[in-house]
């Protein structure tokens, strides 16, 4: 029976247990409960699943595709678009068959009412329906337009006509869409500033204006545009004017800035002038009054760029072509006054800074290709090295190229920005950025001078010299003027630092290739080079880039140093392998700097280059492969870098295979027996640090080196001194394996020597099997089956005991 707490209350009649025992009896009954309870929902759950599984799920109603509104908009514009092409079918081809009278009645009493039906349907609440009548209405006025001009005003011209009816239908729908009938409808104000875009282009075309009319016609329409954007309040309106202000501003200052461009007199430059102004008023009154942002800046920025093309355009017919970038520029940097303007909105100073930015850019932008003619030109002399001193500077550039028209302001171009840079930039978080765009434009003014002005070649060399020499100093500078306490490392590089170093890199470079037009200058440059970047390396901080650029240039001035001497390449190798002991003695005496790894890299690299320069000459080749390998030996004595010591292990084979490949030598043991020897000793120094180590690992590359090429040498040699000497060795190999039990060299050793063994009998078991009948084989054969099946359970023990003998040998 169920546990009752209330009959414990009966005294007398019952014995009240003591607390732990009711305590029990009541966890007791609360977990039949609960498994009582789980049970029951299991049960629960399996009929609702059956009970789904028996009734079908209901059905939804299918979804209509297209909502009763969109149906009734869709048919509504159906009808009205089938009623405009009748009532131009109507007017264009069955208008003949009615008088004067008959067809003036018949349009006129047709679109009047399609006019007044939609002030009928506003009415009755049918507001679609009178906007697509309206639409009718719309377009049937058009039509009248058409056929006044057709029956009555023939002769009239129709450009003109056509500005004259725009003008009307304009006034005429807007006047039909403020109606108190009509007011409501949203078509005819969106259509009457539509048609009002037309009448001032076709008046100036009819006028035969010129092309500055026909621009300014487009501008005046534009500006209206924006005025009704801004005064309008119904959103269609507004969107329409928009539209239109960015359409016909864009298509009039594009076409002004072109007659500003192609204008070849001061008054054809004036007037484009007066275009672009006009344009940049109509921008500058929409930034002002734009609450957007983002809007206000894009035109502001565009009335900036308009201004100064107007300015510049006025000035350039009367300057020679030459200065046409600097004048543009000059109005540009001009523009900056307006920014310092307090009176001027926020938005528009900073459209007028972005205006004057772009300006600046397209300028230097302009500048690019004398730049890069000045630093990539000199690469050229790579095919004509040591061909004759140029006779200027510029041709020292311009060696199989032309020269830009019109860049002898480009150094001008540069100094003005970079003054810019300097002066104007304030800002804490740009001042830095704009002070290293100074610097970098500055480096590319100087460095074009010698060029642009045609100095003697000998400038060229000292301008890139005296740069290279200065941005070196300035990354010095930078890095001594960080002060530090003491105890503290260094900091890493800044940004002006790389910047001074990246200037130095690209003009040593560029110094290296225009020095190679004389041998003189060649060696001069790369000396001075080698020494600049060598004493630029003092501060540990610069030794990262400044050490390896410093092995790069004393690699190529050995072997430029070898070219003058009119030294054989692999003569001029050996020079070059001075470059890799001075890189792994200034790595060892770096330790663990930062300045470690690109300086190896770098020997490295020149330790590649001394091979290659070598392959022609396989005696000398070896001989740079063994230096090679002295010097990778020399680098793994550093405990950091003992894994080098597999490298100077293969430059000594490598020099080995060489040399015995240069003394015509073809006995394969020659060349595997100096990779066995050192494999072999290497695998007993192994084993006593380790004795656990596997045979295989210690001994069987080893091993592996010289037995499996004598073998395969031995199968194709006719004579039996190398197969006996393969036995021999095998056999001793398989001895020592069994007396050391090394598993690595018993069952290496017994295979060479049971296949070298097959080898001899190959010649006398193919004559005693061309002696034996044709049917002794498969008898052989099926003895042997059959005894090996009689022992099958035999062998498989021996196998065994095989097995865990062998698995006890390391």
Known sequence: MPYDVTRTTLVGMTHIPPPAEELRLLDAELWQLDARRAQLLARRAWLVAALQQAWPAPVAPPRPEAPAPRVQNVLLLL???????????????????????????????????ALAAPAVLLKRGLRSTAESVAGLGLALTVLDAYALHEAALAGADGTG??????????????????????????????????????????????????????????????????????????????????????????????????????????????????????????????????????????????????????????????LSEVWTVPVYL????????????????????????WASGVVQALAL?????????????????????????????????TLDGLWPQHAQTAPLVLAAVAAVLALTV???????????????????????????????????????????????????YVRRGAAVPDGTPPPPFTSSQLTALVIALITSLSLAFLSLASQTATLTVLCVLTA?????????????????????????????????????????????????VAAALLAARLGSAPATVPVEATGAAAGLLAVGLALADPPLLALVLALGGVIAAGTAIRPDRRPVGYAAAALFVLATWVRLAAWDVETPEAYTLPVTVP???????????????????????????????????????AHWTRPLLLGVAALLVTLLGARHHLQAPLLLGGWVLALDALHELAPYLVQVTDALPRWVPPALAGLLLLALGATYEQRIRDVRRVREVLGKMN
């Open 426 to 476: 304030r800002d804490v978080v740009w001042r830095p950025r704009a002070l290293r765009g100074a610097l970098g434009l500055t480096w590319a003014g100087v460095l074009v001078l010698p060029a642009v002005f045609e100095l003697p070649y000998w400038t060229s060399l000292v301008t890139h010299g005296a740069l290279t020499a200065g941005a070196l100093a300035a990354a010095v």
């Open 330 to 353: 000059a109005c540009g940097i001009a523009l900056l006054a307006a920014v310092r303007a307090g009176r001027l909105p926020e938005a528009v100073r900073h459209g007028f800074a």
């Open 532 to 580: 600049l970047f060598a004493a630029a390396s003092r501060p540990s901080r610069l030794a990262p880039v400044t050490a390896p650029a410093a092995l790069a240039y004393a690699a190529a001035f050995a072997c430029a140093t070898g070219a003058a001497l009119d030294w054989q390449p692999s003569h001029t190798a050996l020079l070059v392998l001075a470059v890799p």
């Open 679 to 717: 494999a072999l000793l290497l695998g007993v120094l192994r084993r006593r640090r380790d004795p656990r180590a596997s045979s295989w690992t210690a001994y069987g590359p080893g091993l592996a080196a010289t037995l499996l090429p004598s073998l395969v040498s031995a199968w194709g040699d």
């Open 79 to 113: 009808g009205g678009v089938l009623l405009t092409i009748a009532a131009m079918v109507f007017t264009l081809v069955s208008w003949g068959h009615l008088g004067i009278g008959g067809r003036a009645v018949v349009l006129g009493a047709v679109t009047l009412a």
């Open 365 to 397: 932008l302009w500048t690019l290709s004398v730049v890069g003619l000045a630093v990539l030109g000199p690469v050229e002399w790579v095919e004509h090295a040591w061909s004759g001193t140029p006779s200027d500077a510029r041709a020292a550039v």
């Open 161 to 318: 006509y056509a500005a004259v009816a725009s003008a009307v239908l304009a006034v005429l729908w807007a006047a039909y869409g403020l109606l108190p009938t009509t007011c409501d409808l949203r078509l005819p104000l969106p259509a009457a500033l539509v048609s009002a875009q037309f009448p001032l282009l076709l008046w100036s075309l009819a006028a035969d204006a010129v092309p500055y009319g026909v621009t300014a016609a487009i501008l005046v329409t534009a500006g209206f545009d924006t005025v009704v954007a801004f005064r309008a309040t119904a959103r269609s309106v507004r969107v329409v004017a928009t539209v239109g202000a960015y359409g016909a501003g864009t298509c009039g200052a594009l076409t002004a800035g072109l007659l500003s461009l192609t204008a070849t007199g001061p008054s054809a430059a004036a007037r484009a002038a007066a275009l672009l102004l006009l344009g940049a008023a109509i921008a500058l009154g929409a930034a002002w009054r734009s609450q957007d942002e983002k809007r206000a800046l894009g035109l502001a920025g565009t009335a900036g760029l308009l201004v100064v093309v107007a300015f510049g355009g006025v000035a350039r017919p009367a």
